[in-house]
């Protein structure tokens, strides 16, 4: 083993807050609430280290509303929370998708609903990631498996809510969130340039439906939760009401192959499928190696972007396979939307779904996985 | 010479959505005037607002303004603040929106005495939704929600706000245009967390239900109600039953501010990442150098 300065030791909320500051991250506001709360402590102390700002308001809704107050005085802005306060912050991050401000939203997922069993595991939050809020929207939502992913992502998380000028969640689970491993900080060259806000004005101006500016620019611009027009004012004329939606959902859904990150593994040969998100992708991972040793051929497609969700790849995939077991902590919000990718093909869909608040272990896996092998 | 109001306002987006006769337009243009008196310029103010009829005056003034969630105008404005603490944020809200869904936000707004000037445009109803009582609606008032009259006790905001901790409160109502610009220009030049309750008339909304359906006439009564504190302070309690005061109510200058408290929190946190620094150093040019010994630690 070779000595390297940049191996680091830390658990999925310890890299979320590093790699956030990494990013440019330079204003945080949050509410406590565990399994996040890591993540705000590190902050805490390190935000005004690097002159940045931290802010625990007083709820969940307040440090939503002081997260977009802060990105459009110009900083790159984030918050983390958990199920509870994932819902309470719906109200202010629809604001965010329809005013199109930048921000960044940690969800370290725990079971529901409501307060549930603080603060066991769970992969119930996804759906609320991308339809929480209401009103039509599409959504970015990334779910990184494993600790060096949990630092790309994160730094990617604020790349994509700036270029396509929209919140940006990212989703964990409370293994990741605790788990703590020893990674390689990814160099420079590996992450690519980390950019100013005005490096993504110049390039990502037309991707917006109100003036690409913040405040104090000397543009007077105007911002509001109303449907408006593209100079930022509100409307009530239907076809610019129109527009103005189309605009949300389609400059996410049309950029889907510059969003989307999967991860595979085995699939080349495979005949039965796994797919997976978070900690169960990693426990799937060591399944499908066991089944290869019993001759079964497994393999695993491991979902990084969860939103959009990757619809034509999954059915790429689902046309090459005789099974597709869908692993996750939750009653079946993949498996469902696998489904929906799937189209009434010709294939066996099958599910892992544990809700008791502990991990989905190699051996559920393995054993869906002979169940499903001597039923093909 | 009459005020020009051309500058301040984005006259291509009007007529306002206001009814005739509303106050809100009279807190705006006091609003304005004391903005231009204090010299500030378009440029640094944020003007923020949540959601009510109060809450559409930002679309029609000319400088960085935010049109917000219902109730959570403070939070974005905090933002905002924190972000670019050298630049002048004020909030304009109604009383529904900033004392009922934001009240939170409001105490822990005074509670922090960040340097934000809040305008409540009080007019005692739910205007924009169609009359419901809120929680400035007098005992006994209809509303229509309250058919058979308020029985939910009100909040006096001013009592409130004192004793959450904001820095600078003042009454005022629109009768008095004049006087409320001075109490605005007061807020806006203290520094600290500023609250400035507008004593205003919904008679489309509060009035026709409640015997005053004509604005002028109400503003009237609104007027009559109100006493200067000086005079006020003399009065029985008998006298003081169905007034309220007005003027400057509450005034401290020795509480710290929270933006400037956190950047002595940021001086410090680095002061501190130097001394770690230099004394890591320090220790590195203390350790014996070894001969032939490499700078690279074992592999092993």
């Known amino acids: ?376 | 010479m009459a005020f020009n109001y051309a500058n301040w306002l984005r006259q291509d987006l009007m007529p306002h959505i206001w009814c005739p006769g509303c106050g809100i337009g009279i807190v705006l243009k006091s609003a304005i005037r004391a903005m231009e008196s204090l010299g500030w310029n378009q440029d640094t103010i944020g003007f923020v607002s949540g959601i009510g009829c109060t809450s559409r005056a930002p679309g029609y003034v000319d400088m960085n303004t935010l049109h917000t969630t219902h109730g959570r105008a403070l939070t974005f404005a905090t933002g905002l603040k924190m972000a670019a603490p050298d630049k002048n944020v004020v909030v304009m809200a109604g009383d529904g929106d900033s004392a009922a869904i934001g009240g939170n936000h409001l105490i822990h707004s005074c509670r922090r005495n960040i340097n934000i000037t809040m305008i409540i445009v009080n007019n005692e109803i739910y205007g924009m939704t169609g009359g419901q009582f809120s929680p400035t609606t007098p005992g006994g008032a209809r509303a229509a929600t309250a058919p058979y009259g308020n029985i939910d006790p009100g909040f006096d905001l001013c009592k409130l706000t004192i004793a959450a901790g904001a820095t600078y409160v003042a009454r005022g109502h629109v009768a008095n245009g004049i006087y409320l610009e001075r109490l605005i220009k007061g807020g806006m030049a203290h520094k600290g967390f500023a609250v400035i309750e507008v004593m205003s008339n919904c008679h489309t909304q509060y009035g026709r239900r409640n015997q005053h359906p004509d604005p002028a006439e109400l503003i009237e009564h609104i007027a009559s109600n109100a006493v200067m504190l000086t005079k006020w302070d003399k009065m029985t309690p008998e006298e003081k039953s169905g007034k309220y005061p007005i003027g400057v109510l509450h005034k401290e200058t020795d509480k710290p501010e929270y933006c400037e408290s956190f950047y002595k929190l940021q001086q410090h946190a680095q002061e501190r990442v130097r001394d770690a620094s230099r004394k890591i150093a320090e220790a590195e040019a203390m350790k014996p150098k070894r001969e032939g010994a490499g700078g690279e630690p074992s592999e092993n």
């Open chain 1, 1 to 376: 083993m070779t000595h390297n300065k940049d191996r680091v030791f830390w658990a999925g909320n310890e890299t979320i807050a590093e790699a956030a500051l990494r990013a440019g991250c330079n204003f945080y506001a949050g509410y406590p609430i565990t399994p996040s709360s890591e993540i705000a402590a590190l902050l805490s102390l390190r935000l005004p280290q690097t002159g940045g700002v931290f802010l625990q308001m007083e709820d969940e809704i307040a440090a939503m509303g002081a997260v977009v107050g802060g990105s459009l005085g110009g900083a790159k802005a984030m918050t983390a929370t958990s199920g509870p306060g994932f819902s309470l912050k719906q109200e202010n991050i629809g604001y965010a998708i329809m005013s199109e401000t930048p921000c960044v939203i940690v969800d370290v997922q725990r079971g529901g609903p409501s307060t549930g069993a603080p603060t066991a595991p769970a992969q119930s939050d996804i759906m609320q990631a991308r339809w929480g809020t209401h009103g039509d929207h599409s959504m970015i939502a990334l779910t990184p498996g494993t600790p060096a992913e949990v630092y790309r992502e994160t730094v990617r998380a604020f790349h994509l809510s700036e270029a396509y000028r929209t919140p940006v969640m990212l989703l964990i689970d409370e293994i990741i969130a605790h788990t703590t491993e020893s990674f390689d900080i990814p160099t420079d060259e590996d992450l690519g340039p980390i950019h100013p806000r005005t490096w993504y004005q110049e390039r990502y101006g037309a991707n917006s439906f109100r003036p690409f500016h913040d405040f104090y620019q000397g543009k007077h611009i105007h911002i509001t939760g109303l449907s408006h027009n593209e100079r930022g004012f509100a409307t009530t004329t239907p076809a610019i009401i129109q527009r103005g939606i189309e605009h949300l959902v389609n400059k996410i859904e049309l950029n889907q192959k510059e969003i989307e990150r999967n991860d595979t593994y085995m699939l080349e040969d495979a005949e039965i499928a796994l797919i997976a998100f978070g900690s169960p992708g990693r426990a799937s991972k060591e399944a499908v190696d066991i089944a290869r040793a019993e001759g079964i051929k497994a393999g695993l497609m491991r979902i990084i972007t969860f939103w959009p969700f990757p619809t034509a790849t999954i059915r790429e995939l689902v046309d090459k396979v005789r099974a597709v077991i869908v692993p996750e902590m939750n009653m079946g919000m993949l498996r469902g939307e696998v489904e929906r990718a799937a189209m009434r093909r010709d294939v066996q869909l099958h599910g892992v779904n544990c809700v008791g608040g502990v991990p989905i272990e190699p051996q559920q896996v393995i054993d869906k996985i002979r169940e499903v092998y001597r039923g093909l």
